[in-house]
């Protein structure tokens, strides 16, 4: 199984990215698919997750300015990344748990906002 994150980059702040995130392979059992982000020094924490049934859990810190979706066919998940903050900047990871097989990990794509 991989998981293959893109769609990171510069960005002024107020801006906007839309991450994706394409699965290859078959995860039985998924929970959720979502996305953590991991800032220079800091700890990796949660930013939004999604149920196979479409229900989504955001962080406080990005609720209101992220929108996660995912398209269950496709094998695709998503982050709208909207109205980006300087503290916002990270390597951001995709994430699989499954019930069955625990956590799968993408490569990570850095998101860098400029001030």
């Known amino acids: 199984v991989q998981l293959q994150a893109s769609g990171g980059g510069l960005v002024q702040a107020g801006g906007s990215l839309r991450l994706s995130c394409a699965r290859s392979g078959r995860i039985t059992g998924i929970w959720t698919m979502g996305w953590y982000r991991q800032a220079p020094g800091k700890q990796r924490e949660l930013v939004a997750t999604?149920?196979?049934?479409?229900?989504?859990n955001y962080a406080d810190s990005v609720e209101g300015r992220f929108v996660i979706s995912r398209d269950i066919a496709k094998n695709e998940v998503y982050l709208q990344m909207n109205s980006l903050r300087y503290e916002d900047t990270a390597v951001y990871y995709c994430?699989?748990?499954?019930?069955?097989?625990?956590?799968?990990w993408g490569q990570g794509t850095l998101v860098t906002v400029s001030s």
């Open positions: 994430n699989v748990a499954s019930k069955t097989s625990g956590n799968y």
């Open positions: 999604i149920t196979v049934a479409g229900r989504p």
